[in-house]
């Protein structure tokens, strides 16, 4: 086990001391990210003590410490998990050759992108989340939202050192411009579109961190198999810490759920009305941010048909989730029946190969709707949460601009556009839910539409006092 440097300016596990050039050039872009995150960062909580985690080891028996630690001053590191040795490319042509240390001259520029393009999403979430620690509904969740933010500032930091070290000049730019472009910006917005989405309550955080984040679990997953072997082992140890995220989503949720069952039994109805009048999330409302965030993170994957996922797996520059898992890893003589809106076409599953990945992406995100189902089957009510059709609301592929319903139906655009408010939030939605948005900050209290968790952080009671304002 690589044990973590925290002697030096950039905590890191791979010796960067030993290379003049690199950790120059990263000290250099080191004031950059804080500034950075001064003025894209949470906004205000500066000077707050707030109760993070931070690694201090990449083994997977305690890899994390915990104390109170000013976010500016969280110790933004590289750390990459151990190296396998011997490690022999899992798939695609050169399946059984040894993975790469270098980058090889012809690969450049893709893997480059894919960098980039996950780079990215890391700072553009936390520019998302910008504001909502304002409107915190509880302590606890205002620690896991700092938690999550200096995490993916991590995960800006993992990709930054991929570039610097393996890109050259070329890479060091991109680096720079990884903090140029903006969250929603008009001019320089970031790259894929969920990630310029507005995200201004905390039913939008949790819906996030439950269908995008999980995105990232799989893009992370599938770079995990990569022949590049330093982008294997950094999207290995920052897989450990994207669990949590997506934690925070799934028990919001459900906590969300919980506190609107309780309150529809106490009023003994499910008018979503009276639910709202009680100051609760009406379950019709959830399933409209579910759909929103679930369809806009369905486009993440790309289209279901891509000669760039095909060339990126032939190559061995991104495998499939848990690549071992399947039988056939070079996929030459496969197809894949892809429904499209002309109809069924067979394809070679090398060029579906994103449609593969959404399809058990979509499995996983079933785990906790069955769970939210569950709780509301048990307290009496017929209604069930679902997920929308991975055709509905599509942006990216053939299902592009086409109008579906949310069971994937084809419709009139007429009545696509007359019953999109049944289906994602309208704008009297997202008032009221904005409404809701007050900030609670006594230890231990919730805001009226959230249940507390099950437990706190760390063992540490719910009411501890996460973030210690000054
Ligand atoms: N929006 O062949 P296509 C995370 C572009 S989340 C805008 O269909 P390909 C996190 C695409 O770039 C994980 N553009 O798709 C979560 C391409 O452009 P170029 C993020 C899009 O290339 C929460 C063109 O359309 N990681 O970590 O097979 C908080 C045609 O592309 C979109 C990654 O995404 C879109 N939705 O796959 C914090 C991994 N979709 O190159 C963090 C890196 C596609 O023709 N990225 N396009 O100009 C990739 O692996 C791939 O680029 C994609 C697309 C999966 C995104």
């Known amino acids: 086990m690589s044990s973590i440097n925290y002697s030096e300016k950039i905590p890191n596990n791979v010796d960067i001391g030993g290379d003049r050039t690199l ?39 305690g890899w994390a410490h915990y104390g109170a630690t000013r976010m500016p001053d969280y110790r933004w590191g590289i750390f990459l998990a151990d190296a396998v040795p011997e490690r022999k490319i899992g798939f695609g042509d050169a399946m059984g050759q040894p993975v790469w240390q270098q980058v090889p001259g012809e690969y450049r520029s893709t893997l480059r992108r894919l960098i980039v393009t996950q780079g990215d999403t890391e700072p553009a979430s936390v520019e998302q989340q910008r504001l909502l620690g304002h409107t915190c509904p509880s302590m606890y969740d205002l620690r896991n939202l700092f938690q999550i933010n200096v995490e993916e500032g991590r995960h800006l930091w993992a990709m930054v050192y991929l570039l610097h070290a393996y890109f050259g000049r070329d890479g060091r730019e991109e680096a720079e411009e990884l903090l140029a472009r903006h969250s929603g910006d008009a001019d320089k917005p970031r790259i894929l579109t969920t990630f310029n989405e507005p995200m201004s309550d905390w039913l939008s955080l949790f819906c996030f961190t439950y269908f995008t984040d999980r995105d990232g679990k799989y893009q992370l997953k599938s770079f995990a198999e990569s022949a590049f072997d330093p982008l294997s082992r950094t999207c290995r140890f920052m897989l450990t810490e994207e669990a949590h995220h997506m934690f925070v989503g799934e028990t919001g949720i459900s906590r969300v759920v919980k506190r609107t069952l309780e309150l529809m039994k106490e009023i003994g109805s499910d008018d979503p009305a009276r639910v709202r009048a009680k100051g609760a999330i009406d379950l019709q409302t959830l399933q409209r941010y579910l759909n929103f965030w679930c369809s806009s993170s369905l486009d993440l994957f790309g289209s279901e048909i891509s000669s760039n996922s095909a060339g990126n797996f032939a190559s061995g520059m991104k495998g499939r989730p848990d690549e071992s898992q399947y039988e056939d890893h070079v996929l030459r003589s496969s197809s894949f029946k892809l429904l499209t809106p002309e109809g069924e076409q067979e394809v070679p599953t090398l060029n579906a190969l994103n449609e593969v990945m959404r399809e058990s992406y979509l499995k996983d995100c079933e785990i906790g709707v069955k769970r939210w189902n569950r709780m509301i089957e048990r307290a ?59 900030r609670v900050i006594e230890p231990g209290r919730m805001a009226s539409w959230i249940a507390p968790p099950e437990r706190g952080v760390n063992n540490l009671p719910v009411e501890y006092e996460y973030v210690h304002l000054h």
């Open 380 to 438: 009496g009510h017929a209604l069930r949460l679902t997920l929308p059709s991975s055709r509905f609301r599509r942006s990216i592929g053939p299902w592009a601009g086409v109008p579906v319903d949310t069971t994937g139906k084809m419709i009139s655009k007429e009545e696509f556009e007359k019953r999109l408010t049944e289906w994602i939030p309208s704008a009297s939605d997202k008032t009221f839910v904005q409404s809701l948005m007050q």
């Open 23 to 61: 950790q120059r050039a990263l000290e250099h872009w080191q004031p950059h990210f804080l500034q950075w995150w001064q003025e894209m960062g949470p906004s205000d909580f500066a000077s707050a003590d707030v109760y993070l985690r931070t690694a201090i080891s990449v083994d997977a028996q």
